[in-house]
């Protein structure tokens, strides 16, 4: 079974840039299209951003289209989401998951294996 482990956040001025990863261990981390979810306090946990198992494919979330991109390297068996243009209203703990097969789910609840998640704070 895969387990996911975030690294990479911080705090951060506002308009600048984090780089936030997710290294899978433990299983076929290419037969996983892989998530990126954050939960601010007070607030549900939302989607953010999504990458079909390939690479191939990939799926934002409005609020950070055009600002955020997410990679993989299955070589390295690793995930990525480069933040940039960040703003106060991006502080979350963000979490990275895994789910099985080729589908991109926006809903959190079609994801199988879920990192432990990584604080990111934005300063104004």
């Known amino acids: 079974q895969v387990q996911l482990v975030e690294s990479g956040g911080g705090l951060v001025q506002a308009g600048g840039s984090l780089r936030l990863s997710c290294a899978a261990s433990g299983g076929t981390f290419s037969s996983y299209a892989m998530g990126w979810f954050r939960q601010a306090p007070g607030k549900e946990r939302e989607f953010v951003a999504v990458?079909?198992?390939?690479?191939?494919?990939?799926d934002y979330a409005d609020s950070v289209k055009g600002r955020f991109t997410i990679s993989r390297d299955n070589a390295k068996n690793t995930v990525y989401l480069q933040m940039n243009s960040l703003k106060p209203e991006d502080t979350a703990v963000y979490y990275c998951?895994?789910?099985?097969?080729?589908?991109?789910?926006?809903?959190?609840?079609?994801?199988?294996?879920w990192g432990q998640g990584t604080q990111v704070t934005v300063s104004s």
């Open positions: 998951a895994a789910r099985s097969g080729y589908v991109m789910p926006r809903d959190d609840g079609h994801y199988d294996l």
């Open positions: 990458i079909r198992r390939s690479g191939g494919s990939t």
